[in-house]
Every structure is written in C-alpha cells, then in structure tokens.
C-alpha cells in the first residue's frame, strides 16, 4: 500500500483539503491492521476474525479509491498523474471485487477465504506490476 501510494503521489503537484482528509482516513483504518491481523492469527478459522479483517481491508482499498479521485481533482491539468491515477483505480476496483467476493465467501463457507482473497489480489497486483514495468 505505502509503495503504490509512494509512487503514485511522485506526480502531484497539489494537494487539496479533501486529499488531506482521505489521508487522515487511509491511516485511520490502515492503523487497525497490527489488532486484526493478530486476531486473525489467533483466530484464523473464525469468521468473525476474517470478516473483521476483511472490513478493515475493504475499507482501505475504498479510502484508497477515494483518495486517486481527490488526487486527481486536485491536479486537474496534470495528465501523467491522471494516467496513474485511473491505471491504479482501475486495478482497485477489480481487487475490492475479489475481496468482497473472499469476505461474502469467508461467512458463509470457508473463514479463511478472506485473507486467502487478499493474498491472490496482492499476487495479482505484483505481477500486473511487473509486467508492466519490463514493458518500459
């Protein structure tokens, strides 16, 4: 997350009060991950730690998704970050997808499905990625 977020804010120029507010929001639930990772931990075949967990995921791919719109509204006229931003955002809005479906999945069949959803979109994510940059 802090490496895409690293990478994609290279191209701003400014930011306004509503990207302020989606960062403050963004550390807000990213600071929850330490607790619900160790109830997963502790937990790992309850659905309630994998639906916690997965809440606190899901609303950090969102804060994220909100955070590219305010970037980008920002920063009108800057087109290479507009390019990253809606490349990133796309990307996002397939990973919120196969989390939702691992979260729907992990309360009704299987608990674990939620963080197995999150490790196929980060394998995923990665090699879109890598692919990518050896295209450069």
């Given at each position: 997350m802090w490496v895409n977020l690293h990478n994609e804010w290279h191209k701003v120029e400014k930011i306004s009060k509503s990207v302020v507010w989606w960062s403050v929001i963004l550390l807000f639930f990213s600071s929850w991950f330490p607790?619900?990772?160790?109830?997963?931990?502790?937990?790992f075949y309850s659905s309630t730690a994998q639906v916690f967990y997965g809440i606190i995921v899901l609303a950090v791919t969102y804060v994220n998704i909100e955070l590219s719109k305010a970037l980008e509204k920002a920063n009108e006229n800057n087109k290479?970050?507009?390019?990253?931003?809606?490349?990133?955002?796309?990307?996002?809005h397939i990973d919120i997808l196969i989390k939702i479906a691992g979260l729907i999945i992990s309360v009704f069949i299987y608990p674990p499905a939620m963080?197995?959803?999150v490790f196929i979109t980060s394998i995923l994510v990665l090699t879109v990625f890598t692919r990518e940059k050896n295209r450069k």
């Amino acid at each position: 997350m802090w490496v895409n977020l690293h990478n994609e804010w290279h191209k701003v120029e400014k930011i306004s009060k509503s990207v302020v507010w989606w960062s403050v929001i963004l550390l807000f639930f990213s600071s929850w991950f330490p607790y619900t990772t160790s109830f997963v931990n502790s937990y790992f075949y309850s659905s309630t730690a994998q639906v916690f967990y997965g809440i606190i995921v899901l609303a950090v791919t969102y804060v994220n998704i909100e955070l590219s719109k305010a970037l980008e509204k920002a920063n009108e006229n800057n087109k290479k970050l507009k390019e990253k931003t809606v490349k990133r955002r796309n990307w996002l809005h397939i990973d919120i997808l196969i989390k939702i479906a691992g979260l729907i999945i992990s309360v009704f069949i299987y608990p674990p499905a939620m963080m197995l959803s999150v490790f196929i979109t980060s394998i995923l994510v990665l090699t879109v990625f890598t692919r990518e940059k050896n295209r450069k």
